[in-house]
Nanobody
Framework: QVQLVESGGGLVQAGGSLRLSCAAS????????LGWYRQAPGKQRDLVAT???????NYADSVKGRFTISRDNAKNTVYLQMNSLKPEETAVYYC?????????????WGQGTQVTVSS
């Protein structure tokens, strides 16, 4: 099992910045991908950004140029720096760890952290 603990959410004004952190522990192996997803009330959970163990990143089009995902492999921690936040980005942000073991895909989720952007 993998445990993910997020921190850093909160209330921010439009145009402001927040930095989310997620620490992974447990049966976490090298080669995993870590990422952030978000879910607004009444909507599906959507990809925000992911980063592989080797540092390759992927972003949703809507956050490119404003959000930066990074990771510290020594600490098994992933970060999401969010700049120029918009009110429509108010959501619960979830940390995700994805591993492939013996040909099987495993996904683990954190408990989520609320991000509220006021207009």
């Amino acid at each position: 099992q993998v445990q993910l603990v997020e921190s850093g959410g909160g209330l921010v004004q439009a145009g402001g910045s927040l930095r989310l952190s997620c620490a992974a522990s447990g049966s976490i192996f090298s080669g995993n991908a870590l990422g952030w997803y978000r879910q607004a009330p009444g909507k599906q959970r959507d990809l925000v950004a992911t980063v592989t163990f080797g540092g390759t990143t992927n972003y949703a089009d809507s956050v490119k140029g404003r959000f930066t995902i990074s990771r510290d492999n020594a600490k098994n921690t992933v970060y999401l720096q969010m700049n120029s936040l918009k009110p429509e980005e108010t959501a619960v942000y979830y940390c995700n760890a994805h591993q492939v073991l013996f040909g099987y895909d495993y996904d683990y989720w954190g408990q989520g952290t609320q991000v509220t952007v006021s207009s």
